[in-house]
């Protein structure tokens, strides 16, 4: 698991596209962060949608690493009023553009289901529909991680 508070970035500030470096990085937590990106098959990006698109916090992770996203597939957990639906469709985009291969499958979840979760000590299993959603999710994810990896 990648957890972002874990990896503090700085916002992307390069001197160059890092078309033009090899996709090397100016800043040490970005070099950093994408080497160690470089040791994953895949991504699932939880992500919170806050005015209709997902946080700067994820999109300045997704342009610290260039190289280190190609041919890999991602998937996304989303959560907010429509449960995140606005936000992914965003990222979906920006997946392509970085070389990914992002997957239809994806969970999200609604206020009720995350109210539910945070007020009221539920977890995400109590909501069939996303225990279904997560396990679609990971089948599908997982058949393109070894496809792609081969493929790679």
């Not at 390069?14 to 100016?26: D, H, K, L, R, V």
């Not at 597939?73 to 965003?90: D, K, Q």
């Not at 969970?107 to 289901?113: D, F, L, Q, R, T």
């Not at 679609?136 to 994810?141: K, M, N, R, V």
Request: proline letters at 6%.
């Amino acid at each position: 698991m990648l957890d972002l508070r874990e990896h503090p970035l700085p916002f992307f500030n390069e001197p160059a596209p890092p078309i033009y470096t090899g996709g090397q990085y100016s800043e040490s937590a970005a070099e950093a962060w994408r080497l160690k990106l470089a040791q994953y098959d895949a991504f699932i990006a939880t992500v919170a949608e806050y005015n209709h698109g997902p946080t700067a916090v994820l999109k300045n992770a997704l342009d610290s690493a260039q190289q280190e996203w190609i041919r890999k597939p991602i998937a996304f957990v989303g959560y907010g009023g429509i449960g995140g639906a606005r936000a992914i469709e965003h990222l979906r985009g920006i997946a392509i553009e970085l070389q990914m291969a992002p997957i239809k499958q994806e969970v999200n979840i609604a206020m009720e289901p995350y109210l539910g979760v945070v007020q009221q000590g539920r977890t995400l299993d109590d909501y069939e529909h996303l225990a279904q959603a997560r396990t679609a999710l990971f089948e599908h994810l997982a058949w393109w991680a070894s496809a792609l990896r081969a493929a790679r």
